[in-house]
């Protein structure tokens, strides 16, 4: 197999990163430079689900699998964009949405959800996100998807003063089916191949809820 096309699918991670409300905002200080210490070495203080990332089980269920429990198998795979961006401002992104693209959900298949939100990364907006149902999650649970993509900032619906949200459903579904959830998706426009090969692989962190990735999308040629 040779790569004929990359496709990056990560947002930048810097001071001004978007980040959930209420989590860590991200810090980069010199620690060492050339001018004092004959090198450049980088001091950075993040949380563990900054910028586009990974969502272990352990992240929403105590007694489930952690990052470095989960198999490597879980991150990598053939992807299926699914194009959902009429679903708009806090839409619900139902079954409806994948019935053209139902003969390729397969076990092991990565479901990417192209909401168009990324468009309002940096923006109050953005908080403002589309959000899969819980009954169309239960199905593709089903049919064998462990492993989910969206291009905003949560799969489930975010909650602010005038929406109380619905209790993070997909995220405690997800969990229970010992999948992963990768946020902060951005670029989903820019896979115009078929079949994608996609790597989510997340930083190795030890016991953790989630980590950083750097996401692409591959384009595969015998």
């Known amino acids: ?9 990560s947002v930048v991670v810097n001071e001004d ?4 409300p209420g989590d860590p905002t991200p810090r980069f200080e010199p620690h060492s430079t050339i001018a004092r210490d004959g090198f450049n ?3 950075v203080s993040m949380g563990s689900q900054t910028g586009t990332h990974v969502d272990a ?4 269920d105590d007694s489930a699998a952690k990052l470095d429990e989960l198999p490597l198998e879980r991150f990598v795979g053939t992807g299926v964009v699914v194009d959902a961006r009429a679903a708009g401002r806090r839409g619900r992104i139902t079954w409806d949405y994948f019935e053209s693209v139902e003969q390729s959900l397969l076990p092991g298949t990565i479901v990417l959800l192209h909401t168009g939100w990324s468009a309002h990364y940096g923006t109050p907006r953005y ?10 999650c239960a199905q593709l649970i089903s049919r064998g998807i462990r492993t989910f993509g969206i291009d905003a900032l949560n799969i ?3 909650p602010d003063d005038d929406h109380p949200g619905e209790g993070f459903p997909v995220h405690h579904l997800i969990a229970d ?3 992963v959830i990768s946020e902060n998706l951005t670029n989903l426009e820019s896979i115009r191949f078929a079949d994608p090969f996609i790597s989510l692989l997340p930083l190795a962190f030890e016991a953790a809820d989630g980590a950083p990735v750097r996401a692409v999308a ?3 040629a015998p």
């Open 1 to 9: 197999m040779r790569i004929q096309a990359i496709v990056d699918l």
């Open 17 to 20: 990163t978007q980040t959930y």
């Open 41 to 43: 070495l980088m001091s």
């Open 57 to 60: 089980p352990f992240h929403f």
């Open 127 to 136: 908080f403002e996100n589309p959000f899969l149902d819980a009954g169309a």
């Open 156 to 158: 489930d619906e975010t």
């Open 177 to 179: 089916a010992a999948g």
């Open 218 to 220: 591959l384009q595969l």
